[in-house]
Nanobody, 115 residues
Framework: QVQLVESGGGLVQAGGSLRLSCAAS????????MGWYCQAPGKQRELVAT???????VYADSVKGRFTISRDNAKNMVYLQMNSLKTEDTAVYFC?????????WGQGTQVTVTS
């Protein structure tokens, strides 16, 4: 079994920054993909960014150049540095671990960006 715990969400003004962290524990294998997804009220959950254990990344177009995903494989941690935040970034951010054939989700952390 795998557990994911996110932290670092909060309230920030537009143009500000936040750093999200996700700690994975349990049965973690050597190759996996970790990522961040967000879900705004009334909308579907959508990709923000993913990163493999080898460091390959994928970003949503809306966050390219503003957000950076990184990970510490030794600690089973993944991070999301969010800069130049916009009000439209307001959402619950979820950590995801893709470890074939299963997907695991964290409980989510709220990010609210005010104008």
């Amino acid at each position: 079994q795998v557990q994911l715990v996110e932290s670092g969400g909060g309230l920030v003004q537009a143009g500000g920054s936040l750093r999200l962290s996700c700690a994975a524990s349990g049965s973690i294998v050597s190759f996996n993909v970790m990522g961040w997804y967000c879900q705004a009220p009334g909308k579907q959950r959508e990709l923000v960014a993913t990163i493999t254990t080898s460091g390959s990344t994928v970003y949503a177009d809306s966050v390219k150049g503003r957000f950076t995903i990184s990970r510490d494989n030794a600690k089973n941690m993944v991070y999301l540095q969010m800069n130049s935040l916009k009000t439209e970034d307001t959402a619950v951010y979820f950590c995801k671990l893709i470890q074939w054939p299963k997907n695991y989700w964290g409980q989510g952390t709220q990010v609210t960006v005010t104008s």
